[in-house]
Nanobody, 124 residues
């Protein structure tokens, strides 16, 4: 049973930083990709960043240069460091896993498993 549990969300002022974590369990296959997605009220879920098991990364244009995705394979944990946060970054952030493929994607249809989400609120 694959489980993904996010943590680290909160409320910050514009220009601040947060680090999200996603603890993963239930799989050992190295053929995977992981991603962070977000969904603001009234908007569709969008891909923010992705990483595969060899460490290749992909970012949405809106967060390039501000967000960094990384993983600690020894701890089975995925991270998202978010710097220079803007009010438009306010959303529920979700961790997702794509098992059986290490192809990077920011499309939610490519991911098999999802966490419950953690809220990020950025005030101006």
């Amino acid at each position: 049973q694959v489980q993904l549990v996010e943590s680290g969300g909160g409320s910050v002022q514009a220009g601040g930083s947060l680090r999200l974590s996603c603890a993963a369990s239930g799989y050992t296959d190295n053929n995977y990709a992981m991603g962070w997605f977000r969904q603001a009220p009234g908007k569709e879920r969008e891909g923010v960043a992705a990483i595969n098991w060899i460490g290749t990364t992909q970012y949405a244009d809106s967060v390039k240069g501000r967000f960094t995705i990384s993983q600690d394979n020894g701890k089975n944990t995925l991270y998202l460091v978010m710097n220079s946060l803007k009010p438009e970054d306010t959303a529920m952030y979700y961790c997702a896993a794509r098992l059986g493929s290490w192809y990077l994607s920011l499309s939610q249809i490519d991911y098999n498993y999802w966490g419950q989400g953690t809220q990020v609120t950025v005030s101006s």
